[in-house]
């Protein structure tokens, strides 16, 4: 689950607008929870699993699913599809790099590997001694 802060606040409905596009200037989302209104920083809310993703946003298959009788659920149906789609494609790419690092690191090109560790640690979000499984 992401770490989501509550922005429900008085005047906040009247004004959802003005909160999605100032969040989104900081690097934020702005989506309904349980609780209301939540904000969290984009890249920390795209380390989740597409699972957890889907389940925030109220756009997991089963959610979606409840909403048939409005014809917008075909595209919310699309969206989930693609971004569960985007995820596996992220994770392969990123076992693609992890395994091209092990090899590099063991065969000693350094002038590439740190160039593939930093893209690792962005991607992930964490240091390359927490993803790299020796």
């Not at 596009?21 to 597409?50: H, N």
């Not at 389940?55 to 595209?75: C, E, F, S």
């Amino acid at each position: 689950m992401s770490k989501a802060k509550d922005v429900t606040e008085p005047n906040v409905y009247e004004n959802y607008r003005d909160v999605v596009l100032k969040e989104y200037r900081e690097g934020k989302i702005v989506y309904m929870g349980w609780d209301g209104a939540q904000t969290c920083d984009l890249k920390s809310f795209l380390t989740q699993p597409a699972d957890g993703i889907l389940y925030d946003l109220n756009r997991d298959h089963a959610t979606v699913l409840t909403m048939i009788k409005d014809q917008k659920w075909v595209n919310d149906y699309a969206v989930a599809m693609v971004i569960t789609e985007l995820k596996k494609q992220q994770a392969e790419m990123l076992d693609a790099l992890i395994e091209v690092y092990s090899l590099v690191d063991r065969n000693g090109f350094y002038p590439i590997i740190d160039t593939i560790k930093n893209v690792i640690e962005k991607v992930t979000g964490k240091k390359i001694e927490e993803v790299i499984i020796k």
